[in-house]
Structure formats: structure tokens, C-alpha cells
């Protein structure tokens, strides 16, 4: 095994290398699985529908299920993300 | 005891002991459908992607943005294709690496160019794979250290933002980077030190 492979300055240059991706980028990479779930059609709607918006604002799980969707702790976590002011 | 990676360039470097799930273990998590390790995944090698596609292949902002999106997207439709769980990094460099050469190849149909892959496409790829080895070890040091050092080397940020983000003094930041990039470099060089006080 090599005594030395990395001072300081070469494992800061390697650090350097890998900034974060952008983070909308990520966050939706991350959705990716809730399409199954209806996730984007459930998107569209709550910004077309202000009603709709109103409702799962005010109880997200409750407006799903009146939608006939099974609210899936990932779905529930992703359309809270989304529904921020 | 620290291990060896196997593999190209990275052989040498230590494989450091991390309380967080292996690669296996995650890619094995998403097949199942956990969707919490879905999102480590992505969170785990986006970087990773990032990188090769803006610094490899210098795509511009849209593309690479597209090539992120497919990568993952594929990634996800392919997990039960993967024939080795612990391979998943290489499997995700090869395909942002054939899908941004797919995209250059369709730019050049409109303008041509003389090769395709830009010089020294190799070399980059295996300084990246070698700061994602060293990024990896990351995970492995106090969160104290993790964040100082993601937040400095990383994401740039400077002393003075670093303590206001920290609440500490400036004199302070430089001293911790400091001590936390030693001890990077210890646990990078496979001494144990993950129990000190940094």
C-alpha cells in the first residue's frame, strides 16, 4: 500500500470535481417512481384547479383518497414539496 | 480494517467503512420499491451524472439536463437488468456516457464535427471516478466535517458564508476544513480515526 496517495491540496481538487447537480434537477429524477402513481396528472390539476388546490392544501390525504388515490407516503411527501408557496 | 476497491484507476483507494447502505443494498431497496432509496440513490450519484455530461462532454445546460433525466428515468426502468447490484456506478457512467455521445451525435448531424468524443474523454472519466471514490468517503467522516467540507470544496462557498450558515466564526471554518481534510485524508488512506474527535 502506497504511504502517501492524497495530501490535502489533491483530495481538495478531487472534492472540487463533483458539485451538486442542480437541484430541481435531482428533485425530479427523484419523482420519477410516482408517475405510477398519478403524480404529474395530480400536479397539472392543482395548478389549473384552484379548488382542487385548495383542498389538498388543506388535507392532503383526505383530498386524495376523495380521488380514489391511496396516499403513498412518497406520493404525499412529493405533492407536499410541490405545493409549497 | 479498510478494503480495496477492484476496479480501474480507483484500485487503490480504500473502500472506507460507512454506516449508510452499500450500492447493492440501495440498488436491491429500489427493486422492491422503496421509494426512500430511490431517492438516495439519485441523491447518492447525481453528482456523478452531472459531472461527466458538463465536464466530459461539455453539453450545454438544456442538454444535460435532458441527459440527466433520461439517465435516471432508464435507470429505473432497467434496475432488474442490472446483472451486478455493486456495479450500478460504472452501469450509470456508461449509459450518460453513450446517451451524451447519442446527443452530440444528433448536433452534429446539423453542424459536423471530427470527433465526436472531445480529447481526453479517458483521462476525465477516471479523475472523475476517482473524486467520486473520495466524494464516497465523505459519507464516512462526522456530519460536522461532511457538511464544511461539501459546503467549501463543492459548492464553493466561502468562509464568511459557511459560518453564517454555521454560526461560527470564519477563523473558525478554516481551521475545521483543515482538520477535516486530514482526517479525509487518513481515512482515505485506511487509518482508523473515525472514532477521534476532530
Known amino acids: 500500500m502506497p504511504v502517501s496517495l492524497y495530501d490535502e491540496t489533491r483530495i481538495g481538487e478531487l472534492l472540487r470535481r463533483l458539485p451538486p447537480a442542480p437541484e430541481g434537477w435531482v428533485r425530479a429524477a427523484q419523482e420519477l417512481p410516482l408517475a405510477r402513481l398519478g403524480f404529474d396528472d395530480l400536479v397539472r390539476r392543482a395548478e389549473e384547479d384552484t379548488e382542487f388546490r385548495r383542498r389538498l392544501i388543506a388535507d392532503l390525504e383526505a383530498a386524495l383518497r376523495e380521488e380514489g388515490v391511496e396516499p403513498d407516503p412518497a406520493l404525499v411527501e412529493a405533492l407536499r414539496y410541490r405545493l409549497q408557496p | 480494517m479498510a478494503r480495496f476497491r477492484v476496479e480501474g484507476e480507483c484500485a487503490l483507494i480504500p473502500e472506507v467503512m460507512s454506516f449508510e447502505p452499500s450500492d447493492a443494498a440501495l440498488v436491491a431497496r429500489c427493486r422492491a420499491g422503496d421509494h426512500a432509496a430511490w431517492n438516495e440513490l439519485v441523491e447518492r450519484f447525481s453528482r456523478y451524472v452531472y459531472a461527466i455530461s458538463v465536464q466530459v462532454f461539455r453539453l450545454p445546460h438544456h442538454d444535460a439536463e435532458d ?61 472523475l471516478d476517482e473524486a467520486f471514490a473520495v466524494h464516497e468517503a465523505l459519507r464516512s467522516v462526522p456530519e460536522h466535517c461532511r457538511e464544511v467540507l461539501d459546503r467549501f470544496f463543492c459548492r464553493d462557498e466561502s468562509y464568511a458564508t459557511i459560518g453564517a450558515a454555521l454560526d461560527l466564526p470564519a477563523g473558525t471554518i478554516a481551521s475545521r476544513i483543515s482538520r477535516c481534510l486530514a482526517r479525509l485524508r487518513d481515512l482515505l488512506e485506511g487509518k482508523k480515526t473515525a472514532a477521534s474527535a476532530v
Open chain 2, 67 to 127: 441527459i440527466f433525466q433520461e439517465v435516471f428515468a432508464r435507470a429505473y426502468q432497467q434496475l432488474d437488468k442490472l446483472r451486478d447490484d455493486e456495479a450500478i456506478r460504472p452501469w450509470l457512467g456508461q449509459l450518460t456516457r453513450r446517451l451524451c455521445i447519442d446527443r452530440l451525435r444528433a448536433a452534429a448531424r446539423e453542424a459536423p464535427v471530427e470527433d465526436l468524443e472531445p480529447a481526453g474523454t479517458d483521462d476525465t472519466l477516471a479523475e
